[in-house]
Structures are given as structure tokens and as C-alpha cells.
């Protein structure tokens, strides 16, 4: 069986110009094939460069993790050293504290042992009632505690402190000094009531800080301007002295205040004009330890209240 002729015959004709299905589909035409070229695994030779430098930041990356890696190994004993200096630290104030109270503990068992074995029957009496025969307004500084400094036992002295020991007036209503003022005066029958200031105190010297014309709204301001009136006096009284000199005068003159506050509370006023109770002053000078006592002249302040002067009687210094 012959095999047929192919419809056209090669000639330099047709390789010079390819059938038309070639020309239709370039991608078939020899002619036009792609070199073939060895290729990189990363690319064209055109990208090669820039793989060598990836290649390069990996490399140093690796690098310097290893280099922090040892860095770190060489540094973590220091940083666990100083963690554990940091946690010892802290564990001596936890137990710091807590020799705190095992001292407070062995003061609590002493005066158990030699103050309340020894007055079993004064604690005895004391837990059923109370009768003191004074009321004491001190302030809440930890360096002026009334039981410390004059000696009051047990059952003797009602004590109220507060920021300078400052009384209210009656119209500023409640708080916490009228309070136990009211039951002081009302239910215990006290007959001595004793205002006490102190040198170096921190809410005066507050009050003297404040500006006449602006309104504090701190709640130390806000409590210390009861003692307005003591400022005023102290600044017209004390124009050429400096303000420390100011201040020692004002924590008196504020105790004054404090005493003619008390008699703008009825059932105090009532039981001074009838002789059932007396009101007192005193300050405490902690720097050389020395206590200034005096006593309210109801009669002689009653007379020239309005003045804004205080008469007072009994005065004694002890030192």
C-alpha cells in the first residue's frame, strides 16, 4: 500500500515563509522556541544577586539570635540574682511588720501581766461602767497622746482627737467631736472639759497657709477653717513676727477659739453658767517639753464675748 504524498514538499520557500497554522500559533514555530538556559533553584540568573543577599540576611539573623541567646545565658544568672535580692527584699518588710506586731504582742502581754493582773478589780469596776471626769480634745498627732503625757489611767479621761484639735461651732452641725462631746457632757457627766494643742502642728500651720478669699477643697482645708477666727487674730496680732512664730502663736490662739466654740452648744453653756462644768486650755511644747494650763473665765467672757477676746483664769506653766 503506498503511503501518500504530504500536500506540500520542503523547500527553502516554506522554511522561509511557515504555513499558515504556524503563523496561527507562533508557540509551535521552532523558529521561535525558548533557549534553553540552566536555572536557578531561587529564580532567574537576573534574581540571583538578591537571593545571595537573602540568603545573607538569614544568616546574620541566625547570627545575632545566637549571639542574644548566649548573651542572655551569660546575663540570666545576675537577672535571677537580683529577682531573688528583689523578693528578699520584700519578704524583710512582710516580716518586718510582722516583728511589728510580735512587739506590739509583747507590750499587750506585759500590761496584762503588771497593769491589768495587778488592778484586777479597777478593770473589773471599769468593765461594767465608766465615769471619767474628763473630756480631752487633742489632736491626732502621734507625738502628743494625752494618756501618755499627763498620766491618765484608765477610766479617767474621755479623749476625742482630731486634725488640731479643733471644736466645731454648734451650727456647723454634726461630726464626730460633737458627737462625743454631746455624750461626754450628756451621759457621762464629765466637769472638766480640756482643749490641748502642741507646737509644730501640722493642721495649723495649714490654717495659716490659706488664703483668705479662696475656699479649700481638701478636706484638711476644708476641716481646718473652722479655726478661721484664730487666723484672723493671730495675722492682726502678729504682723512683724515670721510665719513659724505665727503658727506657735495661732496653736494657741486656736485653742481659745476651740473653748468659746464649746459655749455655743446649749447644754454646755447651761451646765458652765452653773458651775457643773469647766472648760480648760492647755499646750503641749514638745520640743523642750514644757505644758501651759489655763482655765475659762466664764463670767469675765461673757462679758466682752463679742470682742472676740477670751478672759481665762488659773493660768499655770509646768516645766
Known amino acids: 500500500m503506498a503511503v501518500p504524498s504530504p500536500p506540500f514538499s520542503l523547500s527553502k520557500h516554506s522554511l522561509s515563509n511557515p504555513p499558515s497554522f504556524l503563523a496561527s500559533n507562533p508557540s509551535l514555530d521552532p523558529s521561535k522556541a525558548p533557549v534553553l538556559r540552566p536555572r536557578n533553584a531561587f529564580g532567574s540568573e537576573a534574581n540571583l544577586g538578591g537571593v545571595e543577599q537573602t540568603r545573607l540576611r538569614l544568616w546574620n539573623n541566625l547570627k545575632t539570635n545566637s549571639d542574644l541567646r548566649l548573651q542572655a545565658s551569660r546575663e540570666l544568672p545576675g537577672l535571677t540574682k537580683e529577682l531573688e535580692s528583689d523578693k528578699s527584699e520584700r519578704m524583710e518588710r512582710i516580716e518586718h511588720g510582722t516583728d511589728l506586731f510580735d512587739e506590739m504582742k509583747q507590750r499587750f502581754l506585759s500590761f496584762k501581766k503588771h497593769k491589768y493582773m495587778q488592778n484586777l478589780e479597777l478593770y473589773e469596776k471599769l468593765a461594767k461602767d465608766q465615769a471619767p471626769k474628763f473630756m480631752v480634745i487633742a489632736c491626732a498627732d502621734s507625738r502628743v497622746c494625752p494618756s501618755s503625757i499627763l498620766g491618765f489611767q484608765p477610766g479617767e479621761a474621755f479623749v476625742v482627737r482630731n486634725v488640731a484639735n479643733m471644736v466645731p461651732p454648734y451650727e456647723n452641725g454634726p461630726s464626730e467631736t460633737n ?79 476651740s473653748l468659746v466654740n464649746l459655749l455655743t452648744y446649749p447644754w454646755v453653756e447651761e451646765k458652765v453658767r452653773n458651775g457643773e462644768l469647766a472648760i480648760h486650755g492647755g499646750y503641749y511644747d514638745f520640743v523642750d517639753c514644757a505644758f501651759e494650763k489655763w482655765t475659762l473665765d466664764y463670767k469675765e467672757s461673757n462679758l466682752i464675748g463679742k470682742s472676740g477676746k477670751v478672759a481665762v483664769k488659773d493660768r499655770a506653766f509646768w516645766f
Open 179 to 257: 458627737a462625743g462631746l454631746e455624750f461626754a457632757v450628756n451621759s457621762l457627766k464629765v466637769e472638766n472639759i480640756l482643749v490641748i494643742g502642741h507646737s509644730r502642728c501640722g493642721g495649723i500651720r495649714a490654717l495659716m497657709s490659706m488664703h483668705d478669699d479662696v475656699e479649700t477643697s481638701s478636706l484638711i482645708g476644708s476641716w481646718v477653717s473652722v479655726g478661721m477666727n484664730a487666723r484672723v487674730r493671730t495675722k492682726a496680732a502678729t504682723k512683724l513676727l515670721n510665719f513659724d512664730q505665727q503658727c506657735k502663736h495661732c496653736e494657741k490662739e486656736s485653742v481659745n477659739c
